[in-house]
Antibody, heavy 120, light 110 residues
């Protein structure tokens, strides 16, 4: 059974660094073609892709946020971590992690999301 | 990079059929697969159609997907509408380095 669960602070102050952790089970990021990605959704708005890391430790970032994001994995803990620097109230959103597996490029399993508010 | 444009909202009555479009701004719609996600209020998205027209196991055959190169768009069609289909629907493509989502369509079943 594949599960993903996001964790992180509910409230972050502007200019701080946000660190989010995705803890997963039911698959391994050591398996070829396996990837974990981060997506966010501001309140009442659309989904926005942020970053992806694959089994080979290749990393991909949204062009608009690339300078502020870092994605990493710890396969021994089955975790993927996303850091976002210099946060702003516009970064207030629900942050999801999701899995991409195999040759298909859809996201087949999603976490329940973590709500993050950026406010002083 | 390209954009995917969806209607903001659609509504239809139970038992009817509704189609949600997703238009690609540049490049051919046939170049990359289109996937569709359903997001019910307060829940995470789930895949209802992947690779243009494939249905994951567990998704009713009332859901179907297609692409139309003449209009450079993809479509999600839901037939025999049920109140449980009321949700936001998002199309998505991967262009080799970016995952692009449409703006989402709110489906109201009234």
């Amino acid at each position: 059974q594949v599960t993903l669960r996001e964790s992180g602070p509910a409230l972050v102050k502007p200019t701080q660094t946000l660190t989010l952790t995705c803890t997963f089970s039911g698959f391994s990021l050591n398996t070829a073609a396996m990837c974990v990605t981060w997506i966010r959704q501001p309140p009442g708005k659309a989904l926005e892709w942020l970053a992806l890391i694959d089994w080979a430790d290749d990393k991909y970032y949204s062009a608009s946020l690339k300078t502020r994001l870092t994605i990493s994995k710890d396969t021994s803990k089955n975790q993927v971590v996303l850091t976002m620097t210099n946060v702003d109230p516009a970064d207030t959103a629900t942050y999801y992690c999701a899995r991409k597996s195999g040759a298909a490029d859809n996201l087949d399993y999603w976490g329940q999301g973590v709500r993050v508010t950026v406010s002083s | 990079n390209f954009m995917l444009t969806q209607p903001h909202s659609v509504s239809e009555s139970p038992g009817k059929t509704v189609t949600i479009s997703c238009t690609r701004s540049s490049g051919s719609i046939a170049t990359n697969f289109v996937h569709w996600y359903q997001q019910r209020p307060g829940s995470s998205p789930t895949t209802v159609i992947y690779e243009d027209d494939q249905r994951p196991s567990g998704v009713p055959d009332r859901f179907s997907g297609s692409i139309d190169t003449s209009s450079n768009s993809a479509s999600l069609t839901i037939s025999g509408l049920k109140t449980e289909d009321e949700a936001d629907y998002y199309c998505q493509c991967y262009d080799g380095s970016n995952w692009v989502f449409g703006g989402g369509t709110k489906l109201t079943v009234l």
